[in-house]
Nanobody, 119 residues
């Protein structure tokens, strides 16, 4: 098992940047792929980007964030990061990180962090 805690959300103007962090509870973190999801008001939670357990590959499921969001991880610090730049009002959502064993469903979730982008 792994426990996840997101941080770094906040209010930012359009065009600005935020850096989110997803901190895991311990060394088992390195066995899990990590995904960043977001849920906008009135909409379903969707996968934005995922990164493999060794950090060798990332998959941007949401094409709207390509070139603006960057995922990375530091297994020594049990942390995954999401660097977000050129933010748009439509990026406003609660952002969640989640963990999975490769090939399985995402089964471990954080509580989320709110990102609000004003126009």
């Amino acid at each position: 098992q792994v426990q996840l805690v997101e941080s770094g959300g906040g209010l930012v103007q359009a065009g600005g940047s935020l850096n989110l962090s997803c901190a895991a509870s311990g060394p088992s973190f390195r066995f899990y792929d990590i995904g960043w999801f977001r849920q906008a008001p009135g909409r379903e939670r969707v996968l934005v980007v995922g990164i493999t357990r060794d950090g060798s590959r990332s998959d941007y499921a949401d094409s709207s964030v390509k070139g603006r969001f960057t995922i990375s991880r530091d297994n020594a610090k049990y942390t995954v990061y999401l660097q977000m730049s050129s933010l748009k009002p439509e990026d406003t959502a609660v952002y969640y990180c989640a963990a999975r064993i490769t090939g399985a469903q995402y089964g471990y979730w954080g509580r989320g962090t709110q990102v609000t982008v004003s126009s």
